[in-house]
């Protein structure tokens, strides 16, 4: 179940002091050449690490990732870029690779520049912990406030895909927030990774919502180093992109689950959209709607509030087709509202997960969104540490 | 202070018995004949009243408004429409004008039938009532959770705009939402009053947020009967729209901060954004952020987050242009970054206001909005009513 399930990857995770107390400091490395990608937060805002490790991908393919916690490196300005830049030649001089095949994340406090001597002093530590047992420490070394770490595994025929998550845990004022790596020993050839990750992503990290917020740092890496020796064939490669998909859902849903504050998850399910494009605008909407969250908190099968929201999904400068009269509406699979009238049927929420499912009765776009509620907590964590 | 404050404006409040407790139905009428128009939410689902008063307007220039609080009369069907048409009669039959005539509004429970017999009675009663003094009783009846009734007046040379609204106060689980009622003296044209109240609707009542929400009832309406006597002019109309927009915005400020539990009213400043629009997409995204709304309720000037929400506006299908090496944010006044630096400041936000200003440095394009904080109180009020 982690990072370094696969065939040639090690990883470890150290205390560099970055923050006072537990890891701080993951790397992850293949032991063999690897090939790579990543995606990245769309925000105007992006963080030094992540401007830094955009040039490296467009050079060189990747062979490991370093990711520190506590600090995001966000918001720095020129000294910034140039502390990611020295953090991957540390990690690059301590393994034996260009720096720009090295990964650079950061995740924690916005606008406080790393703690540099000591992120180096973690690398060089790191470098000589890396096992393939490591990559449980990894995962624990890249949370901030999450309350547990996550980590998703999935085998193919022959071979593994195996990864971990931070998520959007922001108790801290200023964390910017959530990274995923993932690994496998599938063969993979230079430039392929990234439509793989494109398309996992898509329908796992970009289908998720805690509260609608998109951070500086964001991103999801992908390692691929051929480490199984297994033969690639079309139906192999079908294999791997479904292993891939299971574990990027499996970590998206993990972070959704430890959502701030959250108590229960909504599973959001939109069909009969006049576009799958259109269905997606519509779950987000309501994924994010403050009066669905707070609802969900409360356990009450509100659709009034899921109607309200449904109706006003952005959606290419206007709102999303969306008609009362086609609508129907379910909670937990019992119709609430049909065609345009309430049926009066009042289901029971009782457990830690709702199925909120609407049918626009307009075509055959359907797409599904994962959210956590609005609760005390959220409000608790995100108010009450001031700087 | 009050929407008859304008010369031959009549208004009432009365109990109807929609709700338990209290005024529940307001009524407001021209005593001489006048014309109008308004503006409406944008949301695909529309509640009953909102479809049958469009249809009026485009029929008749307007000279009643009904609004009955406790029930929306949204999401109810064919019945919901003919039960807002038969209200619309009603007045009409009272008051002798045509149905046509009369814009029909309603504030309450999503998907609850409307209690005709009780509406038409009320309708009768206030009917009966109707007085120039009746403007705060008829404030006070169209409230729902709201903490007080809201009303504003402007007086322009020889004519009187003046109004009432209540807000964005949604304790009930599915209540919705934002109604107001302008009126004035001053003397407009058929097919006139549209452009006067969306240029004011647009710089106030569009430029509030309490949780991002926009509901099926939304309306503001404006009626104008001419009843100062006053010769226009080209600067008189002016007066008349400035007078308007005075208003409208003292309406919107006061359901701002009315808003659903909130602590603090945030006023965010956008200037130098690439065009007018895109300011106010980047003020947007700022005002509906539950990360800055959080920081906001605990008094915590948290730029990182204010530059995450604004690096992360959506603009034409992507985010608004924002570079942070040509950003600038104050909280209060007191720069926190500049040009893609942090000054190292922190400002001491203890007041029952923040201003929040962002410089884009790319553009003369410039907005500004309202809005409120989130709190424990706005998640207990959405959360704790259950169905």
């Known amino acids: 179940m982690s990072v370094t399930a696969a065939e040639g990857f090690v990883a470890a995770g150290v205390h560099a002091g970055i923050r006072r107390a537990g890891p701080d400091l993951a790397l992850v490395r293949s032991t063999v050449p690897s090939v790579g990608a990543a995606v990245w937060t769309t925000n105007r805002v992006l963080a030094a690490p992540v401007v830094v490790s955009k040039r490296h991908l467009e050079r060189v393919e990747p062979q490991a990732v370093v990711i520190n916690a506590g600090v995001a490196n966000a918001a720095t300005g020129a000294t910034g870029v140039a502390d990611a830049e020295r953090t991957a030649a540390e990690v690059g001089h301590a393994l034996g690779l260009v720096p720009e095949q090295v990964v650079v994340l950061s995740t924690g406090v916005i606008g406080v520049p790393l703690p540099l001597d000591r992120v180096l002093s973690g690398v060089r530590e790191a470098s000589a912990a890396l096992d393939t047992e490591g990559g449980g420490e990894a995962a624990a070394a890249i949370l901030t406030t999450d309350r547990w770490p996550k980590q998703a595994q999935a085998a193919g025929d022959g071979f593994v895909v195996g990864g971990m998550a931070k998520g959007a845990g922001m108790i801290h004022p200023r964390l910017a927030t959530m990274l995923a790596v993932v690994t496998t020993d599938y063969q993979l050839e230079p430039g392929e990774p990234i439509a793989f990750l494109r398309e996992a992503a898509d329908a796992s990290f970009n289908r998720i919502s805690v509260d609608g917020e998109c951070s500086t740092n964001d991103a999801v890496v992908l390692l691929a180093n051929g480490a199984s020796g297994i033969g690639r064939t079309p139906a192999s490669d079908e294999r791997f992109a479904a292993a891939l998909g299971e574990v990027c859902a499996a970590l998206a849903r993990e972070i959704v689950s ?130």
């Open 258 to 387: 430890d959502g701030e504050g959250s108590t229960v998850l909504l599973e959001i399910g939109v069909s009969g959209a006049a576009s799958d494009a259109e269905a997606e605008a519509v779950a987000r909407r309501i994924a994010t709607s403050p009066l669905v969250k707070t609802a969900a908190f409360g356990r009450d099968p509100n659709w009034g509030r899921v109607l309200a929201a449904a109706g006003s999904a952005p959606w290419n400068g206007g709102f999303a087709n969306v008609d009362a009269e086609r609508l129907t509406v379910s909670f937990d699979g019992v119709c609430v509202f049909v065609r345009g009238e309430p049926t009066g049927a009042t289901p029971s929420l009782g457990g830690t997960s709702v199925a909120i499912d609407l049918d626009l009765g307009l075509g055959a776009g359907r797409a599904s969104y994962l959210a956590s509620d609005l609760t005390y907590d959220y409000v608790k964590l995100n108010a009450e540490y001031t700087t």
